[in-house]
């Protein structure tokens, strides 16, 4: 709703002050509080599910971000805008052919491509690319995405996700590198800490493993 908006672009407003050190623009904050919101919650993720379980204990709700936190640390989850941000800045340095073979030849998986529950584009990041271009100074910045993109789908079939905007965001803004982690955790606590009080009306234990009858 309408609340909700402005609390997210009160957040984003503080978020952009802290990590670029100046106050953002108006169409900077939208485009910031875009991305907050597309990162809010996304369901039964790694980070999620680990909270959940800690919440099945009945850990504290501190605790329980402190289990999320540590999951979303691993460069396949909340650090992986870290991973594409720097595949964003190969792409600049040589072309995105060089870039996305180099980095296949080391990984699997390329940063920011690609989701397990979207076969095509993940419609976060189309929403949060919409709000970005609008920003003025980002036609060389788009140029290159753009470019990582076809060369992706083409090598892989795979389309941009969540975390390729939320690194092309911060290398528009000038936020530094990590900072993509950061908003990414912000975010979502406020999703954890929903689904941890959400557990807590749940049978205790209920994550618990049990061993099938042979």
Do not use: K
């Amino acid at each position: 709703g309408t609340t909700a908006t402005r609390q997210a672009q009160g957040l984003a407003g503080r978020l952009f002050q802290a990590l670029v050190g100046r106050r953002p623009a108006a169409r900077e904050r939208e485009c910031l509080s875009a991305l907050v919101i597309a990162l809010m919650d996304h369901g039964l993720t790694a980070s999620t599910i680990a909270a959940r379980v800690a919440a099945s204990t009945r850990a504290s709700v501190v605790d329980c971000l402190a289990a999320a936190y540590a999951t979303m640390s691993g460069p396949l989850h909340g650090a992986a805008p870290v991973a594409a941000h720097r595949l964003i800045e190969q792409v600049r340095a040589t072309d995105a052919a060089a870039s996305v073979g180099a980095v296949l030849r080391r990984s699997e998986t390329l940063p920011g491509f690609g989701h397990v529950l979207y076969a095509d584009e993940d419609p976060r990041a189309a929403v949060v690319f919409e709000r970005l271009w609008r920003l003025r100074g980002t036609t060389r910045l788009r140029r290159t995405v753009e470019q990582l993109v076809e060369v992706a789908a083409s090598r892989l079939g795979a389309f941009p996700n969540v975390d390729l905007a939320n690194a092309a965001v911060m290398q528009a803004v000038g936020a530094p590198p990590g900072a993509g982690e950061v908003v990414f955790q912000l975010a979502r606590t406020v999703g954890v800490v929903a689904h941890v009080l959400e557990e807590y009306a749940e049978e205790p234990l209920r994550w618990r493993g049990r061993v099938l009858d042979q």
